[in-house]
Protein backbone atom coordinates (compact mmCIF):
# COMPACT_ATOMS: atom_id res chain seq x y z
CA UNK A 1 0.00 0.00 0.00
CA UNK A 2 1.08 3.14 -0.97
CA UNK A 3 0.21 6.49 0.28
CA UNK A 4 1.25 10.15 0.86
CA UNK A 5 2.93 10.26 4.26
CA UNK A 6 1.60 13.51 6.31
CA UNK A 7 4.77 15.14 7.70
CA UNK A 8 5.46 15.80 3.69
CA UNK A 9 5.08 15.12 0.07
CA UNK A 10 7.66 12.01 -0.05
CA UNK A 11 5.85 8.58 -1.22
CA UNK A 12 5.89 5.80 1.55
CA UNK A 13 5.60 2.48 1.53
CA UNK A 14 3.76 0.84 4.12
CA UNK A 15 4.50 -2.70 5.44
CA UNK A 16 4.53 -4.85 8.48
CA UNK A 17 7.62 -6.52 9.74
CA UNK A 18 7.33 -10.18 9.82
CA UNK A 19 9.08 -12.82 12.02
CA UNK A 20 7.86 -16.14 9.85
CA UNK A 21 4.55 -15.68 10.18
CA UNK A 22 4.75 -13.22 13.80
CA UNK A 23 3.53 -9.56 13.28
CA UNK A 24 6.63 -7.62 14.52
CA UNK A 25 6.05 -3.26 14.02
CA UNK A 26 4.26 -1.72 11.41
CA UNK A 27 6.95 0.18 8.82
CA UNK A 28 6.89 3.23 6.21
CA UNK A 29 9.37 3.16 4.00
CA UNK A 30 10.31 6.17 1.82
CA UNK A 31 9.90 5.33 -1.88
CA UNK A 32 13.03 6.88 -3.42
CA UNK A 33 15.27 6.34 -0.37
CA UNK A 34 14.22 3.02 0.81
CA UNK A 35 14.51 3.70 4.24
CA UNK A 36 12.35 3.51 7.14
CA UNK A 37 10.52 6.50 7.72
CA UNK A 38 8.25 5.90 10.57
CA UNK A 39 7.56 2.83 12.89
CA UNK A 40 4.09 2.36 13.15
CA UNK A 41 2.13 0.09 15.89
CA UNK A 42 4.51 -2.41 18.15
CA UNK A 43 2.98 -5.81 17.54
CA UNK A 44 5.71 -7.98 19.46
CA UNK A 45 8.86 -6.23 20.99
CA UNK A 46 10.43 -9.24 21.54
CA UNK A 47 11.09 -10.45 17.77
CA UNK A 48 12.26 -7.22 17.40
CA UNK A 49 15.72 -7.41 15.49
CA UNK A 50 18.31 -7.82 17.87
CA UNK A 51 20.22 -4.73 18.61
CA UNK A 52 16.93 -2.20 17.43
CA UNK A 53 15.72 -1.76 20.67
CA UNK A 54 15.51 0.87 23.86
CA UNK A 55 15.36 0.22 27.44
CA UNK A 56 11.60 1.24 27.42
CA UNK A 57 10.30 -1.81 25.27
CA UNK A 58 10.24 0.73 22.15
CA UNK A 59 12.30 0.32 18.67
CA UNK A 60 15.19 2.89 17.83
CA UNK A 61 14.62 3.89 14.27
CA UNK A 62 17.97 5.00 13.87
CA UNK A 63 18.62 1.64 14.77
CA UNK A 64 16.29 -0.18 13.13
CA UNK A 65 17.00 1.97 10.11
CA UNK A 66 21.11 0.68 9.93
CA UNK A 67 19.76 -2.45 10.35
CA UNK A 68 17.84 -2.39 7.09
CA UNK A 69 20.53 -0.59 5.31
CA UNK A 70 23.06 -3.46 6.67
CA UNK A 71 20.30 -6.14 5.34
CA UNK A 72 21.38 -4.69 1.60
CA UNK A 73 24.45 -4.87 -0.92
CA UNK A 74 27.31 -2.45 0.44
CA UNK A 75 27.29 0.45 -2.14
CA UNK A 76 30.77 -0.14 -2.17
CA UNK A 77 30.99 -3.86 -3.68
CA UNK A 78 32.69 -4.60 -6.91
CA UNK A 79 30.05 -3.59 -10.30
CA UNK A 80 27.07 -2.42 -8.00
CA UNK A 81 27.18 0.61 -9.77
CA UNK A 82 26.56 -1.14 -13.04
CA UNK A 83 24.49 -3.69 -11.82
CA UNK A 84 22.21 -1.12 -9.56
CA UNK A 85 22.01 0.33 -13.99
CA UNK A 86 20.46 -2.78 -15.13
CA UNK A 87 18.53 -3.42 -12.83
CA UNK A 88 16.91 0.31 -12.32
CA UNK A 89 17.57 1.48 -8.89
CA UNK A 90 19.30 4.08 -7.81
CA UNK A 91 20.40 2.64 -4.47
CA UNK A 92 20.80 -0.80 -2.90
CA UNK A 93 18.11 -0.48 -0.27
CA UNK A 94 15.47 -0.14 -2.92
CA UNK A 95 16.05 -3.64 -3.81
CA UNK A 96 15.11 -4.84 -0.47
CA UNK A 97 11.47 -4.75 -0.98
CA UNK A 98 11.45 -6.05 -3.89
CA UNK A 99 12.04 -9.11 -2.54
CA UNK A 100 10.33 -8.44 0.96
CA UNK A 101 13.63 -7.99 2.64
CA UNK A 102 13.91 -12.04 2.60
CA UNK A 103 16.97 -13.66 3.52
CA UNK A 104 19.38 -16.98 3.85
CA UNK A 105 20.70 -15.61 6.90
CA UNK A 106 17.45 -15.24 8.92
CA UNK A 107 14.01 -15.22 9.04
CA UNK A 108 12.55 -11.74 8.86
CA UNK A 109 10.84 -9.99 6.30
CA UNK A 110 8.18 -7.05 5.50
CA UNK A 111 5.26 -7.46 4.10
CA UNK A 112 2.69 -5.09 2.16
CA UNK A 113 -0.23 -3.96 4.52
CA UNK A 114 -3.61 -5.73 3.80
CA UNK A 115 -1.68 -8.44 2.35
CA UNK A 116 -2.47 -11.60 2.88
CA UNK A 117 0.78 -13.37 2.10
CA UNK A 118 2.37 -16.19 4.41
CA UNK A 119 6.24 -16.69 4.94
CA UNK A 120 5.59 -20.41 3.89
CA UNK A 121 5.16 -19.28 0.69
CA UNK A 122 7.56 -16.83 0.22
CA UNK A 123 10.66 -17.35 2.16
CA UNK A 124 13.48 -18.45 -0.04
CA UNK A 125 14.56 -21.91 2.06
CA UNK A 126 11.71 -23.44 0.70
CA UNK A 127 10.60 -21.56 -2.69
CA UNK A 128 12.85 -21.23 -5.49
CA UNK A 129 14.21 -17.88 -6.37
CA UNK A 130 15.28 -15.92 -9.75
CA UNK A 131 19.00 -16.01 -10.41
CA UNK A 132 18.62 -12.74 -12.47
CA UNK A 133 19.86 -10.52 -9.70
CA UNK A 134 23.43 -13.08 -9.16
CA UNK A 135 23.62 -12.94 -12.71
CA UNK A 136 23.88 -9.60 -12.94
CA UNK A 137 26.28 -9.20 -10.12
CA UNK A 138 28.61 -11.50 -11.67
CA UNK A 139 28.84 -9.64 -14.58
CA UNK A 140 26.40 -11.45 -16.94
CA UNK A 141 24.60 -9.75 -19.51
CA UNK A 142 20.74 -9.87 -18.80
CA UNK A 143 17.89 -8.45 -21.11
CA UNK A 144 16.62 -5.71 -18.41
CA UNK A 145 12.86 -5.89 -19.71
CA UNK A 146 12.96 -9.60 -18.87
CA UNK A 147 14.88 -9.63 -14.74
CA UNK A 148 13.40 -10.96 -11.89
CA UNK A 149 13.85 -9.27 -8.62
CA UNK A 150 12.71 -12.15 -6.40
CA UNK A 151 16.01 -13.23 -5.44
CA UNK A 152 17.97 -13.19 -1.68
CA UNK A 153 20.83 -11.63 -3.64
CA UNK A 154 19.23 -8.55 -3.04
CA UNK A 155 20.08 -9.49 0.92
CA UNK A 156 23.84 -10.36 0.61
CA UNK A 157 26.23 -8.06 2.76
CA UNK A 158 30.04 -7.65 2.23
CA UNK A 159 32.19 -6.06 -0.82
CA UNK A 160 33.21 -8.94 -2.45
CA UNK A 161 30.97 -9.94 -5.23
CA UNK A 162 28.71 -13.35 -4.08
CA UNK A 163 25.29 -15.24 -5.00
CA UNK A 164 23.13 -18.00 -3.72
CA UNK A 165 22.43 -20.92 -6.33
CA UNK A 166 19.91 -23.59 -5.41
CA UNK A 167 22.26 -26.77 -6.06
CA UNK A 168 20.83 -29.96 -5.81
CA UNK A 169 18.03 -28.71 -3.60
CA UNK A 170 20.71 -26.97 -1.61
CA UNK A 171 20.88 -23.39 -0.45
CA UNK A 172 24.72 -22.75 -1.26
CA UNK A 173 26.64 -19.54 -1.44
CA UNK A 174 29.66 -18.52 -4.48
CA UNK A 175 31.85 -15.65 -3.73
CA UNK A 176 34.57 -14.26 -5.55
CA UNK A 177 37.90 -13.26 -5.05
CA UNK A 178 39.67 -9.50 -5.39
CA UNK A 179 42.11 -8.40 -7.69
CA UNK A 180 44.87 -8.97 -8.29
CA UNK A 181 45.15 -12.16 -7.06
CA UNK A 182 41.84 -13.43 -6.42
CA UNK A 183 42.87 -15.70 -3.58
CA UNK A 184 40.36 -15.85 -1.22
CA UNK A 185 38.42 -18.68 -2.65
CA UNK A 186 41.38 -20.52 -2.14
CA UNK A 187 41.85 -19.49 1.34
CA UNK A 188 38.47 -20.56 2.62
CA UNK A 189 39.15 -23.70 1.44
CA UNK A 190 42.48 -24.23 3.04
CA UNK A 191 41.02 -22.74 6.13
CA UNK A 192 38.28 -25.50 5.86
CA UNK A 193 40.96 -28.12 5.31
CA UNK A 194 42.85 -27.07 8.89
CA UNK A 195 40.00 -26.37 10.51
CA UNK A 196 38.63 -30.32 9.70
CA UNK A 197 42.24 -31.44 11.09
CA UNK A 198 41.79 -29.74 14.36
CA UNK A 199 37.90 -30.87 14.50
CA UNK A 200 36.70 -26.83 14.39
CA UNK A 201 33.19 -26.76 13.50
CA UNK A 202 33.12 -24.85 10.94
CA UNK A 203 31.37 -24.33 7.35
CA UNK A 204 32.88 -26.03 4.82
CA UNK A 205 33.89 -24.74 1.64
CA UNK A 206 35.13 -25.82 -1.51
CA UNK A 207 36.66 -23.96 -4.67
CA UNK A 208 34.79 -23.69 -7.92
CA UNK A 209 35.79 -22.11 -11.42
CA UNK A 210 33.35 -20.26 -13.86
CA UNK A 211 34.55 -18.52 -16.75
CA UNK A 212 37.74 -18.98 -15.89
CA UNK A 213 37.61 -16.88 -12.29
CA UNK A 214 37.66 -19.02 -9.17
CA UNK A 215 34.78 -18.55 -6.61
CA UNK A 216 34.10 -20.37 -2.87
CA UNK A 217 31.41 -22.33 -2.86
CA UNK A 218 29.39 -23.31 0.90
CA UNK A 219 26.01 -24.53 2.26
CA UNK A 220 23.67 -22.29 4.14
CA UNK A 221 24.17 -23.39 7.55
CA UNK A 222 20.97 -21.72 8.32
CA UNK A 223 17.61 -23.32 7.71
CA UNK A 224 14.67 -22.14 7.55
CA UNK A 225 13.85 -22.48 11.93
CA UNK A 226 17.37 -20.67 12.78
CA UNK A 227 19.05 -17.30 12.14
CA UNK A 228 22.25 -16.31 12.35
CA UNK A 229 23.01 -12.95 15.13
CA UNK A 230 26.08 -11.38 14.50
CA UNK A 231 28.73 -10.42 17.59
CA UNK A 232 27.88 -7.00 16.55
CA UNK A 233 24.25 -6.89 16.85
CA UNK A 234 24.73 -8.81 20.38
CA UNK A 235 27.15 -5.48 21.30
CA UNK A 236 24.46 -3.04 19.68
CA UNK A 237 21.88 -4.94 22.09
CA UNK A 238 23.80 -5.44 25.58
CA UNK A 239 26.18 -1.73 25.69
CA UNK A 240 29.75 -2.50 26.72
CA UNK A 241 30.46 -1.03 30.47
CA UNK A 242 33.52 1.17 29.95
CA UNK A 243 35.63 -1.26 32.49
CA UNK A 244 35.22 -4.42 30.50
CA UNK A 245 37.03 -5.12 27.12
CA UNK A 246 35.19 -6.23 24.09
CA UNK A 247 36.37 -9.33 24.50
CA UNK A 248 35.05 -9.96 27.98
CA UNK A 249 31.90 -8.51 27.38
CA UNK A 250 31.15 -10.46 24.53
CA UNK A 251 31.93 -13.26 26.54
CA UNK A 252 29.47 -12.45 29.49
CA UNK A 253 26.83 -11.37 27.10
CA UNK A 254 27.46 -15.21 25.66
CA UNK A 255 27.26 -16.87 28.80
CA UNK A 256 24.14 -14.75 30.03
CA UNK A 257 22.55 -16.23 26.86
CA UNK A 258 23.50 -19.81 27.72
CA UNK A 259 26.44 -20.17 25.32
CA UNK A 260 28.25 -22.22 28.15
CA UNK A 261 31.36 -23.43 25.47
CA UNK A 262 31.91 -19.75 24.45
CA UNK A 263 35.06 -19.40 25.72
CA UNK A 264 36.70 -22.92 23.87
CA UNK A 265 34.68 -21.54 20.69
CA UNK A 266 36.38 -18.54 20.89
CA UNK A 267 40.04 -20.07 21.96
CA UNK A 268 39.58 -22.43 18.68
CA UNK A 269 38.12 -18.87 16.56
CA UNK A 270 41.63 -17.21 17.89
CA UNK A 271 43.83 -19.53 17.11
CA UNK A 272 42.48 -20.91 13.28
CA UNK A 273 42.81 -16.56 12.66
CA UNK A 274 46.36 -16.98 14.06
CA UNK A 275 47.44 -19.81 11.71
CA UNK A 276 46.22 -18.18 8.63
CA UNK A 277 46.82 -14.84 9.38
CA UNK A 278 43.10 -13.61 9.12
CA UNK A 279 42.93 -9.94 8.30
CA UNK A 280 39.22 -9.69 8.30
CA UNK A 281 37.25 -11.30 11.55
CA UNK A 282 35.23 -8.29 12.29
CA UNK A 283 31.96 -8.52 14.15
CA UNK A 284 29.98 -9.41 12.15
CA UNK A 285 31.70 -12.37 10.55
CA UNK A 286 31.17 -14.74 13.90
CA UNK A 287 28.39 -15.27 16.26
CA UNK A 288 25.36 -16.91 17.33
CA UNK A 289 22.98 -19.80 16.17
CA UNK A 290 19.33 -19.48 17.65
CA UNK A 291 16.03 -20.74 17.10
CA UNK A 292 13.31 -18.34 15.03
CA UNK A 293 10.57 -19.51 16.65
CA UNK A 294 11.24 -19.52 20.48
CA UNK A 295 13.76 -16.99 20.61
CA UNK A 296 16.12 -19.68 22.20
CA UNK A 297 19.61 -19.38 21.56
CA UNK A 298 21.22 -22.66 20.21
CA UNK A 299 25.30 -22.40 19.88
CA UNK A 300 28.04 -20.74 18.34
CA UNK A 301 27.85 -20.21 15.08
CA UNK A 302 30.19 -22.32 12.99
CA UNK A 303 33.08 -20.41 11.86
CA UNK A 304 32.77 -18.66 8.16
CA UNK A 305 34.35 -16.66 5.99
CA UNK A 306 37.59 -16.79 6.62
CA UNK A 307 39.10 -15.92 3.26
CA UNK A 308 40.71 -12.46 4.06
CA UNK A 309 43.80 -14.23 4.96
CA UNK A 310 46.68 -15.82 3.96
CA UNK A 311 48.40 -12.77 2.78
CA UNK A 312 45.53 -12.78 0.30
CA UNK A 313 46.49 -8.94 -1.30
CA UNK A 314 50.14 -8.66 -0.47
CA UNK A 315 53.75 -9.48 -2.09
CA UNK A 316 54.98 -12.90 -1.19
CA UNK A 317 57.92 -10.25 0.80
CA UNK A 318 55.10 -8.54 2.64
CA UNK A 319 53.49 -11.51 3.61
CA UNK A 320 55.58 -12.30 7.07
CA UNK A 321 55.87 -8.88 7.80
CA UNK A 322 53.53 -8.50 11.15
CA UNK A 323 53.12 -5.02 10.73
CA UNK A 324 50.95 -5.13 7.81
CA UNK A 325 48.73 -7.92 8.96
CA UNK A 326 45.77 -6.56 10.07
CA UNK A 327 44.48 -8.31 13.34
CA UNK A 328 40.45 -7.77 14.62
CA UNK A 329 38.63 -8.30 16.49
CA UNK A 330 39.61 -8.01 20.08
CA UNK A 331 43.66 -7.07 19.63
CA UNK A 332 45.37 -4.87 17.17
CA UNK A 333 48.25 -7.58 17.07
CA UNK A 334 47.56 -11.42 17.02
CA UNK A 335 50.26 -12.02 19.19
CA UNK A 336 48.70 -9.57 21.83
CA UNK A 337 45.11 -11.77 20.43
CA UNK A 338 46.47 -15.16 21.09
CA UNK A 339 47.01 -14.07 25.10
CA UNK A 340 43.47 -14.19 25.05
CA UNK A 341 43.21 -17.94 24.74
CA UNK A 342 42.54 -19.35 28.08
CA UNK A 343 43.74 -23.49 26.84
CA UNK A 344 46.27 -24.24 24.14
CA UNK A 345 45.67 -28.54 25.14
CA UNK A 346 42.93 -28.97 22.55
CA UNK A 347 45.40 -28.65 19.57
CA UNK A 348 46.25 -31.55 17.97
CA UNK A 349 49.53 -30.27 15.65
CA UNK A 350 50.54 -33.70 14.55
CA UNK A 351 46.76 -33.37 12.35
CA UNK A 352 48.56 -30.55 10.65
CA UNK A 353 51.77 -32.76 9.75
CA UNK A 354 51.95 -33.08 5.47
CA UNK A 355 49.16 -30.94 5.01
CA UNK A 356 51.25 -28.67 2.76
CA UNK A 357 50.74 -31.39 0.04
CA UNK A 358 47.16 -31.26 0.32
CA UNK A 359 46.92 -27.34 0.58
CA UNK A 360 48.40 -28.19 -3.01
CA UNK A 361 45.56 -30.15 -4.32
CA UNK A 362 43.47 -27.52 -3.32
CA UNK A 363 45.55 -24.96 -5.56
CA UNK A 364 45.69 -27.71 -8.27
CA UNK A 365 42.13 -28.38 -8.40
CA UNK A 366 41.25 -24.80 -10.05
CA UNK A 367 39.69 -26.51 -12.83
CA UNK A 368 36.81 -27.94 -10.69
CA UNK A 369 32.71 -26.81 -11.78
CA UNK A 370 29.65 -27.57 -10.72
CA UNK A 371 28.31 -30.47 -13.22
CA UNK A 372 24.71 -28.89 -12.61
CA UNK A 373 25.77 -25.94 -14.05
CA UNK A 374 27.30 -27.25 -16.88
CA UNK A 375 23.68 -29.02 -17.60
CA UNK A 376 22.02 -25.78 -17.40
CA UNK A 377 24.37 -24.18 -19.79
CA UNK A 378 23.66 -26.86 -22.36
CA UNK A 379 20.49 -26.99 -21.98
CA UNK A 380 19.78 -23.03 -22.74
CA UNK A 381 21.72 -23.92 -25.60
CA UNK A 382 19.27 -26.87 -26.88
CA UNK A 383 17.51 -26.59 -29.77
CA UNK A 384 14.34 -25.04 -29.85
CA UNK A 385 12.64 -28.03 -31.42
CA UNK A 386 13.25 -29.37 -27.43
CA UNK A 387 10.33 -27.72 -26.50
CA UNK A 388 8.01 -30.09 -28.53
CA UNK A 389 10.39 -33.05 -25.96
CA UNK A 390 10.05 -33.43 -22.36
CA UNK A 391 13.33 -32.89 -20.77
CA UNK A 392 13.90 -33.24 -17.01
CA UNK A 393 17.20 -33.51 -14.46
CA UNK A 394 17.99 -35.81 -11.37
CA UNK A 395 20.47 -35.39 -9.10
CA UNK A 396 21.63 -37.00 -6.39
CA UNK A 397 21.62 -34.89 -2.95
CA UNK A 398 24.81 -33.63 -2.91
CA UNK A 399 26.79 -30.90 -4.69
CA UNK A 400 28.97 -32.55 -7.43
CA UNK A 401 31.99 -30.92 -8.22
CA UNK A 402 33.71 -32.36 -11.74
CA UNK A 403 37.54 -31.19 -12.66
CA UNK A 404 36.42 -30.71 -16.17
CA UNK A 405 36.37 -28.16 -18.92
CA UNK A 406 33.21 -26.38 -18.40
CA UNK A 407 32.67 -25.17 -22.17
CA UNK A 408 33.84 -28.77 -23.44
CA UNK A 409 31.27 -30.69 -21.34
CA UNK A 410 28.61 -28.42 -21.95
CA UNK A 411 29.21 -29.18 -25.74
CA UNK A 412 29.14 -33.10 -25.21
CA UNK A 413 25.65 -32.53 -23.23
CA UNK A 414 24.56 -30.43 -25.73
CA UNK A 415 25.54 -32.67 -28.44
CA UNK A 416 24.11 -35.96 -26.77
CA UNK A 417 20.81 -34.13 -25.80
CA UNK A 418 20.17 -33.03 -29.36
CA UNK A 419 20.86 -36.30 -30.79
CA UNK A 420 17.91 -37.46 -28.87
CA UNK A 421 15.54 -34.60 -29.61
CA UNK A 422 16.32 -35.26 -33.37
CA UNK A 423 16.38 -39.10 -33.57
CA UNK A 424 13.17 -39.71 -30.95
CA UNK A 425 9.08 -38.47 -31.71
CA UNK A 426 8.02 -35.15 -30.89
CA UNK A 427 6.72 -35.89 -27.24
CA UNK A 428 9.65 -38.38 -26.15
CA UNK A 429 11.05 -38.10 -22.82
CA UNK A 430 14.81 -37.05 -22.56
CA UNK A 431 15.99 -37.52 -18.52
CA UNK A 432 19.48 -36.28 -17.26
CA UNK A 433 20.90 -37.89 -14.37
CA UNK A 434 24.16 -37.55 -12.08
CA UNK A 435 25.65 -39.25 -9.60
CA UNK A 436 29.01 -39.96 -7.93
CA UNK A 437 29.79 -43.29 -7.85
CA UNK A 438 33.11 -45.33 -7.24
CA UNK A 439 35.00 -41.55 -7.33
CA UNK A 440 33.78 -40.60 -10.05
CA UNK A 441 31.03 -38.55 -11.40
CA UNK A 442 28.58 -40.81 -13.53
CA UNK A 443 26.46 -38.66 -16.25
CA UNK A 444 23.41 -40.41 -18.45
CA UNK A 445 21.23 -39.16 -20.75
CA UNK A 446 18.39 -41.07 -21.49
CA UNK A 447 15.84 -41.51 -23.94
CA UNK A 448 12.39 -43.31 -24.46
CA UNK A 449 12.46 -43.57 -28.54
CA UNK A 450 12.93 -47.01 -30.39
CA UNK A 451 16.49 -46.93 -29.39
CA UNK A 452 19.70 -47.92 -31.22
CA UNK A 453 20.70 -51.29 -33.07
CA UNK A 454 23.52 -53.63 -31.53
CA UNK A 455 25.24 -52.47 -34.64
CA UNK A 456 25.05 -49.15 -34.94
CA UNK A 457 26.16 -48.95 -31.33
CA UNK A 458 29.37 -50.50 -32.12
CA UNK A 459 29.84 -47.82 -33.87
CA UNK A 460 28.02 -45.18 -33.30
CA UNK A 461 31.06 -43.35 -31.80
CA UNK A 462 32.72 -44.01 -35.43
CA UNK A 463 33.54 -40.21 -37.25
CA UNK A 464 30.92 -39.58 -39.95
CA UNK A 465 29.27 -42.73 -38.82
CA UNK A 466 25.36 -42.24 -39.37
CA UNK A 467 22.55 -45.03 -38.27
CA UNK A 468 21.98 -45.59 -41.91
CA UNK A 469 25.05 -47.03 -42.33
CA UNK A 470 26.08 -44.58 -44.54
CA UNK A 471 28.58 -41.39 -44.82
CA UNK A 472 26.49 -38.91 -44.14
CA UNK A 473 27.09 -35.13 -44.42
CA UNK A 474 27.94 -32.91 -41.02
CA UNK A 475 25.23 -30.45 -41.03
CA UNK A 476 22.54 -34.23 -41.11
CA UNK A 477 24.46 -36.76 -39.22
CA UNK A 478 25.50 -36.51 -35.51
CA UNK A 479 28.55 -39.41 -36.25
CA UNK A 480 31.09 -36.11 -35.78
CA UNK A 481 29.13 -34.91 -33.03
CA UNK A 482 29.73 -38.28 -31.15
CA UNK A 483 33.06 -38.79 -32.21
CA UNK A 484 33.43 -35.45 -30.93
CA UNK A 485 32.14 -36.12 -27.28
CA UNK A 486 34.16 -39.10 -27.54
CA UNK A 487 37.43 -37.70 -28.13
CA UNK A 488 36.49 -34.98 -25.09
CA UNK A 489 35.19 -37.24 -22.56
CA UNK A 490 38.70 -39.02 -23.70
CA UNK A 491 40.90 -36.23 -22.98
CA UNK A 492 39.50 -35.89 -19.44
CA UNK A 493 40.36 -39.28 -18.19
CA UNK A 494 36.58 -40.55 -18.37
CA UNK A 495 34.53 -43.01 -20.72
CA UNK A 496 31.74 -42.75 -22.79
CA UNK A 497 29.03 -45.51 -23.56
CA UNK A 498 25.99 -46.27 -24.78
CA UNK A 499 23.23 -48.58 -23.73
CA UNK A 500 19.53 -49.79 -24.26
CA UNK A 501 17.16 -48.00 -22.00
CA UNK A 502 14.29 -49.98 -20.30
CA UNK A 503 11.82 -50.54 -22.14
CA UNK A 504 12.65 -48.85 -25.00
CA UNK A 505 15.18 -45.80 -26.15
CA UNK A 506 18.94 -45.21 -25.52
CA UNK A 507 21.09 -44.14 -22.56
CA UNK A 508 24.17 -42.15 -23.42
CA UNK A 509 26.72 -42.61 -20.22
CA UNK A 510 30.04 -40.86 -19.42
CA UNK A 511 32.12 -40.62 -16.38
CA UNK A 512 34.51 -37.59 -15.32
CA UNK A 513 36.88 -37.44 -12.49
CA UNK A 514 35.33 -35.69 -9.38
CA UNK A 515 36.80 -32.65 -7.04
CA UNK A 516 36.74 -32.72 -3.53
CA UNK A 517 33.88 -31.29 -1.93
CA UNK A 518 32.44 -31.38 1.49
CA UNK A 519 29.44 -29.89 3.22
CA UNK A 520 28.38 -28.52 6.09
CA UNK A 521 25.79 -30.41 8.14
Same mark, same amino acid.
Given at each position: ?????KL??SV?????LM????????????????SI?E?G?I????HLP?G????????DR????K?WT????????????????I????????????C??L??????W?K?????L?W??????D???????G?I????AKDS????L?????T?D?C???RW?I?N?KR??L??????Y?Q??????I??????K?????V?????V??????S?CE????????L??A??I????????H?????H?????K?L????I???????I?V?F??A????H?N??????????L?????A????????L?Y????? %?M? *????????PF? !? $?Y???L &?L #??S????D???L????????????D??E?LI???I??????INR??VE???S????E????V??D????????????D %??? *??TP????I?? !? $?????? &?? #??S?A?????I?CE?K????D????????I???????G???S?????????G??IS??DN????????F??P????????
Amino acid at each position: MINENKLGRSVVMNYTLMHKNIKVADLSLDEETGSIVEIGEIYNFAHLPIGTTKDDLSADRALLNKWWTDRSIPASRSGVRDALEILRVSTPKLLLAKCYGLSLSDQYWVKPINSDLEWEVVNFFDNDFSEDVGDILFGKAKDSENISLNSPDNTSDGCLKKRWKIINQKRCLLKAGSLPYEQQPFNEAIASLIMDKLNIDHVSYSVMVDDEKPYSVCEDFISRDTELVTAWKILQRYPKPNHLSVYQHYIDCCKSLGIDDIVDKINQMIVVDFIIANEDRHLNNFGLVRNANTLEWIDVAPIFDSGSSLGYDKVTP %NMD *KQSLIVCKPFK !K $TYFEQL &KL #VTSFDWIDFDALKNIDNEILGILNDADENLIDDAITGALHHINRNSVEHHISVENQEEILLVKMDAKLIVQVIINIVD %NAI *KYTPKGSHIVI !K $TKKQNG &KA #VISIADDGEGISCEAKERVFDMFYSGANKIADSRRSLGLGLSLCKSIITAHGGEISVSDNTPHGTVFTFTLPVGEVQLHE
